[in-house]
């Protein structure tokens, strides 16, 4: 085979200058004719019942065209467990919960008419503690349930964990707990509802998920009363978004409630601070989890047990047990495993998708055990998850096929990398972890399917219309490499479409890592079927035989003799311009043989699984508890680089997620109320906070990837937290169980080493 | 067969709610960020040279973003022939020539710098009269040319006319003149030009090309030095179009320059007067027509000589004797036939396509000289027609092959429906008139193309990606209504998109009536395709042979079995939600199998033809020569009526356009300058002028049509002014072979009745 001329290659993101000059337009940037401006009067409280709203003195202020209550808007539910609803009645559970929404000619006049309205409220005893949630005496949250603690089913079992245990020659029981972090674009959310004449709706917003906010949309329509109307959803740019645009929310149904009241496009725009507290976070969790390994180190046993701080109503962050299922069963080869997961309702804010979806929280609890293991049964942490590693062809407990597996591979690189075994100064230490993820897909939908059109023009240049959607990783590029690679052509001869339901073939939304996969294999299946009566043209023009032909370079050629060669955009405009002339379209939807979880939660979820260690080398400032990094190697099983620039970008970008998670971030959650929604309080790793990041990239060539390759968008931030707490304790032989590895907590853990290290408690701030 | 639900029905224009209320997007509510706006300066002078351009003030005023001229531009030539430029140099040829353009951040600053700009010219002898423009001694348009007589093709011979004539026992000769019009679109002429970083280019534009317009374009950046870059054209809604914007312009090249000189988007938008002065017009014409007959009144000769003034640049309007050949060699069986036309420079304004494109001024001649010849034979002028008209299966003298064809059936419908032979008032007259034009598309370019895209979703609807053009004709109606109907959907499930060449596929522009034809089948192409994948679907969920089943009322169904039924939007979701799913698609690419006219100009130009005849009764008041029509019957071979209201509205406004262009309309060209271009001035027929149609629609069902349709968007206009003049010769026994018949024109023609009637001089207004 030839060396490609498009995959494989470092090219910018198409819409790189775009961005860089200002010119690509953000749900911000968007002004339709007679838009009126959104504004959201949230609770006071985070528990209490609704007395009396007074909207008068609001509904007066000139410019205000719309006030609305719950009690004025029709029953449209949503969420995971459609326990939320857009504008409360009744009572608030939590400090986000919506309760009046006005639409003015101008977001002051909107902003003004939020303060003049009086909402009296009855405060109710409130808990903001899963724990204490779970007694029997604790105040209710929804008390139609009668409980706090959800009817989910996050169960899993494989083998005979108790038996395995007795077995057992090292047995380790930790308890772990992750809190509240959050997204932190800084495209902030937004969303434009327009209705035209007949009740059609179009809504603008930066959504992850075009398709299935249609069909949430459509069914809101229906509550309305408005029977089956069409939606239309329009995607401009998308200034970030890592799992928070990955569902529909109050403000996305309010917008539209106001622009139904007006007959006017609404405009709701979220300012910072509402971006901090009004979207969701990542789910905390408290993690139990044991592990056990026979005395030559093999892994017998996991056994893991999690209650999760639901929040207030249940998104679909109440899911991510589903996918911490995953590390849970299969990373490294264990034979029994037993996994429960209890979601409890708080007054707290509540969670949702957020890159990793539950993965990195479960992996920090895994990998430090496996380190805490390890030391147990006296076994280097690298040659202890070599012994246990993960190999191509196995099937994991949970039913996962695997594929190819880099994992080996990974882990050598990095401990070659970071010398493993070679001399440490003063307060350093290394420190490794693995993760597993889905890389092919993965099948949490009905369908996991991607639809692409394609069509050529006269010159030999093709429009790409995906379902994908581009939130910034790089999607369209990616796709145009691939098309660009089947047909012969150059990247900058591919257009990719993707901003548009109406134009664009369905696609179930930008989750699982699955994009690249899924999406490049659906334009893929529409560029083969274009080669295809390429090639057949051009057997007939250049009188060879089709499999003689290749597409390279603009060209089609022949491989046996140079003289048989054509322009594409010629060829085409042979096949145009005659009697009863064709142009070249082709339709594909791809939708991977992956399966959906059975009840049990087994299943083959994903056509492949991603695999990555991340090894760290720190120093820790004994005196303030400061965990520098040093060096930070992130090696990745990704089938093969279609683009290794961007793919660096995603593996940089999610180590430096997974630092922030692992050090600074977390949102101060106090009495319900978050305390720090601004990038002055809240951590985030800035510029000069950036880590170093060496990338090794293993390429397996995944037989069902396009060309090869899996999924990388959420895996670089997966294994970050553990790798770094290994480090901390090797470092310092202080283990720290709760993140973040804040300085306070770092230093309190010194002060106290040699004594039994509990969880400490939360400070607030750094 | 059962009843069609979406075929054959009136069924309102889909977007007539939009325009009505306001909501639709015209090219003037376009505003992009950072937008400035062009304005040009037009030649002063019908004819000088250009000494001097002074733009130093123009520069200096505040808001002035770009002035160019001629010399600083780079050599980009448009038209037909080449022979024009975006901004002239060296010298002006005519009064509508643009010297100097501007670009400013508002338009009054942008008129200001016009004002501000002097150039300096030195007059030269110019020529306004197509016969004086061919004498030897004539001042010359384009000196390279050495003359002002286009070197065009413009012949055709079949047979032998002069033996004919020879053989001929009754022979007519006669002179016909017809004059300038224009189209008087509401939606006046506009463009935005924007550049990106990469130097691709976004047209807006109300345009009926968009793909051939995105050539044009092409070639004009390559001209630019920017070499091969995307050109994108963004359709907004058109207000009327009528082939006035059949063609690119100097001011859509000149918003081009001056967005890639100011990097900012620039918008030109025509104001009326512009529209009146610097848009083209229906091309003039001095028509000699001979035709003869033997004893029997069979035609036996036609032969037919044209001199068409050109203006001063060959656009496309020189290209209409190729349509005019249409009727002068196929309406009606003549069996020898000859043409020739000359187009003649002049330093008037230049002419371009406009409804009917040369075959109304051809049909006048003929159809006013085929009564002259059935007088002289002594034969009632609808008897003359019928022993001479057109029958299914003939081959035409120009090659072209008729298929079905109800001349006969609408001429008698004239007939009855005017009640021909029954009696007639004082100063009364009744007059009747055939045509001929393209009804199955019209190979004038190298593709007839037009290509389709098509997807479902998830509910049953459609949307539809088209090539073709609405320019208020309806087009997306009737795709619409065969796509409703094939897949057995209502026509509010199917949405038409059609406004962007990044999104559409390719079509050839709306013009030659095409659009319903070769849109409509192309729409089929892609929906049969979608439909045999629904019946295997449901052939499988039925357990029915897909032969026996339909779809309808949103259902696939069994004939046989009234239980065997299944909602298409189920059917859908079954397919798609389940594993490996599949969603529908489909792409189309119709090319009608017509033929481009050979080197004789013979040829099957279009896949069928369709006719038509209309008849009108007039009263003419001798007192002041004022024309009323009493009664207006418009019979039409349609082929099938896919939306008897939308065609309906065609024949009124079709017909209302004939008799603008037979009673009223003209633009005053004096010494190259319009004197009327305003609509006070400029008499288009008002809503009080407007005459009742009654339109006879015959149904002749053809083989190629999407259900049996022809091509009706012309037609309507082309036999009214010989109808006219035909009842005013019935009413007083005056002809009028000079268009429009204004009342004085008609006054002096009774007064001297008896005397013979040479063309009259062109009386300045009415």
């Known amino acids: ?30 002004k339709l004719p007679g838009m009126l401006y959104g504004k959201i009067l949230y609770s006071k409280y985070p528990h209490a019942r609704i007395v009396h709203i007074d909207t008068a003195k609001a509904r007066r202020l000139p410019g205000v065209k719309a006030v609305l209550t719950g009690d004025r808007i029709p029953k449209i539910r949503f969420g995971f467990y459609k326990d939320n609803v857009p504008l409360k009645t009744g009572k608030v559970r939590s400090r986000r919960d919506e309760v009046v929404a006005v639409a003015a000619t101008d977001p002051d006049i909107a902003q003004e008419a939020l303060d003049l309205i009086e909402v009296h409220y009855e405060a109710l005893p409130a808990v903001f503690d899963p724990e204490e949630a779970m007694q029997e005496d604790a105040p209710l949250v929804h008390e139609e349930h009668k409980t706090n603690v959800l009817k989910l089913p996050w169960k899993l079992h494989y083998g005979d964990v ?27 959310s937004g969303v434009i509802a327009e209705f035209d004449q007949s009740n059609n709706l179009t809504v603008y917003r930066n959504t992850q998920i075009p398709s ?24 401009p740019y998308i200034g970030g978004a890592f799992g928070s645009k990955l569902d529909t929310y109050a403000f996305e149904y309010i917008a539209i409630l106001l622009a139904y009241e007006t007959r006017r496009p609404v405009c709701i725009l979220f300012d910072r601070k509402e971006e901090f507290f009004a979207t969701s976070t990542r789910q905390p969790a408290i993690i139990d989890i044991a592990q056990g390994c ?53 007054n707290n804010t509540w969670s949702q998708a957020m890159r990793g979806y539950g993965n990195p929280q479960a992996t920090f609890a895994i990998e430090s055990s496996m380190d805490m293991l390890a030391e147990e049964a006296g076994i280097d942490p690298v040659e202890f998850r070599l012994i246990n590693v993960n190999q191509p062809g196995e099937v994991t407990p949970q039913g996962f096929r695997i594929t190819t597996c880099g994992l080996r591979e990974c882990i050598e690189e990095v401990k070659r990398r970071l010398d493993w075994d070679g001399p440490k100064g003063l307060g350093e230490g290394v420190g490794i972890a693995s993760l597993i993820h889905v890389g092919g897909g993965a099948r949490v939908y009905k369908s996991d399917g991607c639809g692409t059109l394609l069509k050529m023009d006269d010159y030999g240049r093709v429009e790409v219309f995906t379902g994908a959607t581009d939130m910034g990783q790089g999607a369209d590029t990616v796709i145009a490499q691939v098309v660009a690679e089947e047909l012969g052509l150059r990247v900058e001869d591919v257009r990719v479409i993707h901003q548009d339901t109406d134009v664009c073939p369905w696609d179930v939304g930008a989750h699982a890592s699955r994009t690249t996969f899924v999406a490049c294999n659906s ?52 096949a145009h311009f005659r009697l009863k002339g064709q142009m070249l379209m082709a339709d594909y939807f791809y939708d991977p ?4 979880l059975d009840r049990e939660f087994k299943g083959n979820l994903s056509m492949t699984y991603t695999f990555g260690a991340h090894g760290v080398r720190v120093k820790v400032d004994e005196e303030t508890g400061k965990v520098r990094i040093l060096k930070y190697v992130a090696a990745h099983d990704v089938g093969r680089a279609i683009n290794p620039m961007l793919l660096e970008g995603q593996v940089y970008g999610g180590a430096l997620m997974g630092v922030g998670y692992t050090l600074t971030e977390q949102l101060i959650v106090d009495k319900g109320e978050v305390m720090n929604p601004n990038f002055r309080d809240y951590k985030v790793p800035t510029a000069k906070d950036a880590v170093a990041v060496e990338t090794a990239i293993i390429e397996t060539v995944d037989r069902d990837g396009p060309y090869g390759a899996k999924g990388i968008g959420e895996p670089g931030c997966v294994p970050t937290a553990p790798a770094i707490a290994n480090a901390v304790y090797d470092a310092t032989g202080v283990r720290i169980r709760e993140l973040p590895l804040t300085l306070e907590r770092v230093l309190m853990a010194i002060r106290e080493k040699g004594a039994p290290n509990p969880v400490t408690p939360q400070p607030e701030g750094r």
Not at 1 to 9: N, Q, S
Not at 164 to 188: I, M, N, P, S
Not at 295 to 323: C, H, K, Q
Request: charged content about 35%; aromatic content about 6%; glycine content about 6%.
């Open 1 to 30: 085979m030839e060396a490609f001329t498009a995959v494989g290659h470092r090219i910018p993101k198409l819409d790189a200058v775009e961005k860089a000059t200002g010119r690509a337009r953000y749900i911000q940037d968007i």
């Open 162 to 188: 108790e038996e395995a245990r007795k077995r057992a020659r090292h047995v380790v029981k930790e308890r772990f707990r992750v809190t509240w972090v959050t997204h932190c674009c800084l495209g902030t």
């Open 212 to 235: 299935l906010a249609q069909k949430d949309f459509m069914d809101a329509l229906r509550a309305m009363g408005l029977g089956d109307r069409r939606v239309r959803i329009i995607k």
């Open 294 to 346: 026979d005395a030559e180190g093999r892994l017998l046993f996991r056994d893991v047990s999690m209650i999760l701080d639901n929040g207030a109503y249940t998104s679909w962050g109440a899911t991510t047990p589903s996918v911490m299922m995953m590390p849970i069963s299969s990373l490294y080869r264990v034979p029994n495993v037993r996994y429960h997961a209890r979601c409890v309702y708080t």
């Open 523 to 574: 334009a893929l299946g529409a560029a083969r079927r274009i080669k295809e009566r390429l090639l057949d043209l051009a057997s007939r023009e250049l009188a060879e035989s089709p499999e003689a032909l290749i597409l390279r370079d603009r060209e089609v050629r022949s491989r046996r003799d140079p003289e048989k060669r054509m322009e594409i955009g010629k060829l085409l405009r042979k």
């Open 593 to 596: 043989a992956n399966e959906n």
